[in-house]
């Protein structure tokens, strides 16, 4: 009993500070050592980030839309006509042909005739066999106009019409081009396709309008591809064609008048 009544001297006041100092040390270390774990967990966090990153990077840069937006339109790298003119019309000419096509199946063949490479064509035709890139041709004056370069105030106008084996076909006088050139243009709902193009070789549009109904009347189809319609529409078509009259001949129906005798509907 006497000994919890009086549990003996207190302790000397050094040997309260010295625990207090060990004390306070020990958590000192603890505490560096949590901050020196969380640091560490911090830095292998960002390491592991960074890396990810530079994976997705190199991920995102070997894919195939990483790539520039793709054109809308695209040449083919090695065309396969599906189109030509038999033709006498074009001497002293160079002929190239070209495919273009549309990511949304659109396909344009271009025949195009010039007196040498740097200059413009000096009659062209393009076959346009729309895709699911358009619901509707633009009108024939501004298609004409954007593809023969002409500003917006010199805009096509009418000049007439001539009959060909594809039908009654609209002309159209191109301004600002010596000598004077004129453009065509005929669409059709089925196939959705469009014929339009030039002639710029003759000095006389009477010359130019025989030049014209002449060539298309030599348009003819090499392919048809997998689309049946346009195998019958120049099938029908070549059931109509004429022998194109020679250029000496006076009064024949293509350059007789702006609008000849047509040979019905196709």
Not at 93 to 114: A, F, M, N, P, V
Request: glycine content about 8%; charged content about 20%; hydrophobic content about 40%.
């Amino acid at each position: 009993m006497h000994s919890f009544l009086h549990p003996g001297p207190p302790l000397p006041r050094a040997g309260l500070l010295s625990g207090l100092a060990i004390e306070g040390r020990v958590v000192t270390v603890r505490l560096l050592a949590y901050f020196c774990g969380l640091g560490m967990l911090a830095t292998i966090a960002t390491d592991l980030y960074q890396r990810q990153g530079e994976m997705a990077a190199r991920e995102v840069a070997t894919l195939p839309h990483a790539a520039a937006p793709a054109a809308d339109w695209v040449a083919a790298a090695r065309p396969h006509p599906a189109f030509a003119v038999k033709s006498n019309d074009f001497p002293g000419r160079t002929e190239t042909y070209t495919i273009t096509r549309h990511r949304e199946g659109g396909r344009k063949d271009t025949l195009s005739w010039r007196t040498d490479a740097g200059s413009r064509p000096v009659a062209s035709i393009e076959i346009y066999r729309a895709g699911g890139e358009t619901t509707g041709f633009r009108p024939a004056a501004a298609e004409l106009a954007r593809r023969f370069g002409l500003e917006s105030a010199a805009e096509p106008q009418p000049a007439g019409v001539i009959a060909t084996k594809f039908g009654t076909i609209p002309l159209w006088n191109l301004p600002g081009a010596a000598p004077a050139c004129l453009g065509f243009a005929r669409a059709f709902e089925a196939p959705r396709l469009r014929v339009s193009g030039w002639s710029c070789q003759a000095t006389s549009r009477t010359d130019q309008r025989r030049l014209i109904g002449c060539t298309l009347d030599r348009l003819v189809l090499l392919s048809a591809g997998s689309d049946p319609q346009i195998a019958e529409l120049f099938a029908r078509a070549e059931l109509r064609r004429t022998d194109c009259p020679s250029p000496n001949m006076q009064n024949d129906w293509v350059s007789a008048a702006e609008t000849p005798p047509l040979r019905g509907p196709l």
